[in-house]
């Protein structure tokens, strides 16, 4: 297990986010100090991760020892493929910026979110996927390939920054404080009518515990390595969102044909994605474990400090 310095000043694109503040709160209460970077006012560097020309001019003159790149143009779950795009140019244009940027302020390691996706969308069957798995194959769609590219290359970028250790964590879906009360009112309205999984299943990740991991890997993450991060049961898509019902005491989900989601792109390749992954490097080499074990329990402890 690798032990890096702690007190560490550390740089993170995304902080005004709601997986950023997660983040923020974890590093702060292991002794690091963050400062935000982004284009909110809430942040201590003021930039736009899309901007090559403003964003060394904004870090001109600081000096970090990690950064962290947790920044996405998402602001509700995407639906359609378009609603992808400009996080998939965060990964790309993005992530190449950042890291010049990082360079300029002398910071030793880098440190990006990914996700398990980067690893295909399809059905998986009954492997259990690890990062020995091969990861950003290409789509099997022009669309699908445009999302699994900029996965693809953020690893990359980050793998093959000259003067950086890049580290790579890839998240299951995120599901918690600040991330499904976006859902609540849908269920409450009876506006989200999701498929029957027909056994197809999905990792999940609370987001303290996502925070949590990126904490461990800013001090015991091993250069050039990538880790998933996933709690240990997989669940279907409309099996969370049937826990999401109970818990709240909210109606239960209208239950529609997949063939009716189509409108909705990207939700309908979702619906069909069927993969299980596993966290143990992660476990064994961060001394990272989910406090939530499945997202039946993280969401019972979400309801309950209601």
Same mark, same amino acid.
């Given at each position: 297990?690798?032990?890096?310095? #702690?007190?560490?000043?550390?740089?993170?694109?995304?902080?005004? +986010?709601?997986?950023?503040?997660?983040? %923020?709160?974890?590093? &702060?209460?292991?002794?690091?100090?963050?400062?935000?970077?982004?284009? =909110?006012?809430?942040?201590?560097? !003021?930039?736009?991760?899309?901007?090559?020309?403003?964003?060394? !001019?904004?870090?001109?003159?600081?000096?970090?020892? %990690?950064?962290?790149?947790?920044?996405?143009?998402?602001?509700?779950?995407?639906?359609?493929?378009?609603?992808? $795009?400009?996080?998939?140019?965060?990964?790309?244009?993005?992530?190449?910026?950042?890291?010049?940027?990082?360079?300029?302020?002398?910071?030793?390691?880098?440190?990006?979110?990914?996700?398990?996706?980067?690893?295909? $969308? +399809?059905?998986?069957?009954?492997?259990?996927?690890?990062?020995?798995?091969?990861? +950003?194959?290409?789509?099997?769609?022009?669309?699908?390939?445009?999302?699994?590219?900029?996965?693809?290359? #953020?690893?990359?970028?980050?793998?093959?920054?000259?003067?950086?250790? =890049?580290?790579?964590?890839?998240?299951?879906?995120? $599901?918690?404080?600040?991330?499904?009360?976006?859902?609540?009112?849908?269920?409450?309205?009876?506006?989200?009518?999701?498929?029957?999984?027909?056994?197809?299943?999905?990792?999940?990740?609370?987001?303290?515990?996502?925070?949590?991991?990126?904490?461990?890997?800013?001090?015991?993450?091993?250069?050039?390595?990538?880790?998933?991060?996933?709690?240990? &049961?997989?669940?279907?898509?409309?099996?969370?969102?049937?826990?999401?019902?109970?818990?709240?005491?909210?109606?239960?989900?209208?239950?529609?044909?997949?063939?009716?989601?189509?409108?909705?792109?990207?939700?309908?390749?979702?619906?069909?994605?069927?993969?299980?992954?596993?966290?143990? #490097?992660?476990?064994?080499?961060?001394?990272?474990?989910?406090?939530?074990?499945?997202?039946?329990?993280?969401?019972?402890?979400?309801?309950?400090?209601?």
């Amino acid at each position: 297990m690798t032990t890096n310095q #702690k007190s560490q000043s550390i740089l993170l694109a995304g902080a005004s +986010g709601v997986l950023g503040g997660h983040i %923020t709160r974890a590093l &702060t209460d292991a002794g690091h100090k963050v400062t935000g970077l982004g284009r =909110g006012p809430a942040n201590g560097v !003021r930039a736009d991760l899309m901007d090559r020309d403003a964003l060394p !001019r904004a870090v001109d003159g600081q000096r970090f020892d %990690t950064v962290i790149h947790a920044a996405t143009a998402l602001r509700q779950a995407p639906m359609r493929h378009r609603d992808m $795009y400009a996080t998939d140019a965060l990964r790309t244009d993005g992530t190449a910026h950042l890291v010049e940027a990082a360079q300029a302020t002398g910071a030793r390691r880098l440190i990006s979110e990914s996700m398990v996706f980067g690893y295909g $969308y +399809g059905d998986f069957g009954d492997h259990v996927i690890t990062e020995d798995d091969v990861f +950003g194959p290409r789509g099997s769609t022009p669309e699908l390939e445009r999302h699994v590219e900029g996965m693809r290359v #953020k690893e990359q970028l980050t793998f093959e920054a000259a003067g950086l250790e =890049g580290i790579s964590l890839r998240f299951g879906l995120f $599901y918690g404080p600040g991330g499904t009360d976006a859902i609540l009112p849908m269920l409450r309205r009876r506006q989200l009518p999701v498929p029957a999984d027909h056994g197809r299943l999905l990792p999940w990740i609370e987001l303290t515990d996502a925070a949590r991991a990126v904490a461990a890997a800013v001090e015991h993450g091993r250069a050039g390595q990538a880790y998933n991060i996933t709690d240990r &049961t997989p669940f279907g898509f409309r099996a969370h969102v049937l826990c999401v019902a109970e818990e709240f005491g909210l109606p239960r989900p209208m239950t529609v044909p997949r063939w009716l989601t189509r409108p909705m792109s990207y939700a309908h390749t979702m619906f069909a994605t069927n993969m299980r992954v596993s966290s143990a #490097k992660a476990e064994r080499e961060l001394g990272w474990t989910p406090v939530h074990p499945s997202c039946r329990d993280g969401l019972a402890a979400l309801a309950a400090r209601r």
